[in-house]
């Protein structure tokens, strides 16, 4: 099941798998605020409300990446789980 907790505390993999999205996802973050911060500055100044457009366009591409960056995330979670399963399974044959 995706985006459920025990996928992430299944095993050290996972764990580690999960911490590095998370810092991913914690930089794209702080990516996006930077753009839109620094856009908002640079739009009241008429002669730099180009390049502010700009950030508040690259501003939203980051903040579109978060939740692509966390389904891939749980997908991949979700996938380390099924090999443990079929690794089981072998186990037992």
């Not at 990516?31 to 002669?47: E, K, T, Y």
Request: aromatic share 14%; with cysteine; net charge positive.
């Amino acid at each position: 099941m995706l985006f459920h907790s025990n996928n992430r505390e299944r095993n050290a993999d996972t764990r580690r798998v999960y911490a590095r999205y998370e810092l991913l996802h914690t930089c794209v973050d702080f990516l996006a605020a930077f753009c839109f911060l620094v856009g908002s500055v640079l739009f009241l100044l008429p002669a730099y409300e180009k390049p502010a457009i700009w950030l508040f366009i690259l501003g939203s591409v980051f903040f579109m990446a978060k939740p692509s960056i966390r389904l891939t995330r749980e997908i991949q979670l979700w996938r380390m789980g099924r090999t443990d399963i079929l690794a089981q399974r072998e186990e037992g044959d």
